[in-house]
């Protein structure tokens, strides 16, 4: 798998192993975050995300250069961009074993197939999807038992990433 870097190349995410999927989310927070931090919404007005196990994931470049945005002050949710450019890195989930690396900060190639369009219940209800994969309004069992299928072969783990610094005003 390629790295995942910054627009400018400062910042580098080193991902071994193949993604657990790819994904393209249309929730409402998936949705503010991308019209807030741009860059990252497709047409569609979902958020495409190569979603990777935490214990395959290493910051090999631009230590001191991610910064932890939240939407709300308790959210467990972070979004991390990189301060030297701006660009939006990766989400994630912090009680989560996976992190859902931006699609737009790997090489196109190299992004995977997508698996599906989950949460498109909120989307904009003038966006119609194609058909091309499944679209289902929230998560499926199927996207679900991927994640658990990840976290299974991770013996129940929960790696701790701690390289972004929180977001201040």
């Excluded at 910042?11 to 860059?39: H, K, L, Y």
């Excluded at 701006?86 to 790997?106: C, D, Q, T």
């Excluded at 369009?117 to 989307?123: A, F, N, S, Y």
């Excluded at 309004?137 to 976290?151: N, Q, R, S």
Aim: hydrophobic share 40%; glycine share 8%.
């Amino acid at each position: 798998m390629p790295d995942a870097t910054c627009t400018c190349g400062a910042v580098r995410i080193e991902i071994a192993g193949d993604p657990v999927m790819v994904v393209e989310c249309g929730c409402t927070s998936c949705q503010t975050a991308g019209q807030a931090f741009g860059g990252v919404l497709t047409e569609l007005n979902t958020t495409p995300y190569m979603i990777a196990r935490k214990d395959r994931v290493r910051l090999a470049a631009g230590q001191g250069q991610l910064v932890a945005h939240r939407l709300t002050p308790d959210s467990h949710t972070r979004r991390i961009t990189a301060t030297c450019c701006g660009a939006p890195m990766y989400l994630e989930f912090e009680k989560g074993h996976w992190l859902s690396v931006y699609a737009a900060r790997l090489p196109e190639a190299a992004r995977g197939p997508l698996y599906c369009r989950t949460m498109t219940k909120d989307l904009p209800a003038s966006i119609v999807l194609p058909d091309d994969v499944p679209n289902p309004g929230t998560h499926t069992p199927g996207f679900m038992l991927k994640l658990m299928g990840a976290w299974v072969a991770m013996r129940f783990k929960v790696p701790k990433i701690d390289w972004a610094k929180e977001a201040t005003g």
